[in-house]
């Protein structure tokens, strides 16, 4: 029983071994994600939908409508698209808890649930519904006043159809259930400078 024990025990250990060599390369597959926005899209305050074309909409309609009720955020559509290095291995995530910063309004939070399988060299298209409302809204005691603030950040995000210079993006990975309480997920950073977006990766730890 002794000898027939060691080839399952030698066994036991290469796949140990093989497991602990596997699991940080996870990790820093991870941390090679390349992150980018695709834009932005469909800026809207309650049922205005804003483009460049309207950038001369009437605020005193606004007001008359009861668009400045407290409460009413700019919601827009984020596209993004991650993409693995190509001789990367094929990994599905779980998806993902984010972060946006946008100059000028609050930082806003949110947590796709869904399913997302990254495959090397192949960009995969994920939208996030933000809802983003102005900083200092509730400070401002008139409609008018936080009509005004709606409009400026709506115009701002609608005008280039692109993220502010100054925003910035963080996505954190959910890793299937078997990888999550041992490997560690890296959290991606999107800049969005005054002349291109960057990428800054941290690797997992």
Known sequence: MR???????ALVLAGLLGGC????????????????????????VGNYHFSPGLEGIDELSLLSSGLALAGLPVNLDLPLALTLPASA?????QGFDWQLQVP????????????????????????????????GLDALSSKAARVSS?????RE??????????????????????????????TLT???GEQKTELLGAPAG
């Open 3 to 9: 000898y027939r024990a060691r080839p399952l025990l």
């Open 89 to 93: 291995p094929n990994i599905e995530l």
């Open 104 to 135: 000028g309004a609050e930082t806003t939070t949110g947590k796709v649930d869904e399913p997302i399988a990254l495959r090397g060299g192949e960009p995969a298209t994920v939208t996030l519904p933000v809802a983003l409302e102005p900083a």
């Open 150 to 154: 709606l409009l400026a950040l709506a």
């Open 21 to 44: 060599i596997a699991l940080p390369q996870v990790g820093f597959m991870l941390g090679r994600i390349a992150l980018s926005s695709m834009g932005v899209e469909d800026v809207r």
């Open 157 to 186: 995000l609608s005008r280039t159809g692109e993220l502010p210079a100054g925003s910035q993006l963080s996505l954190t990975p959910t890793l299937p259930a078997a990888l999550g309480g041992i490997v560690t997920a890296p």
């Open 190 to 192: 999107l800049d969005i």
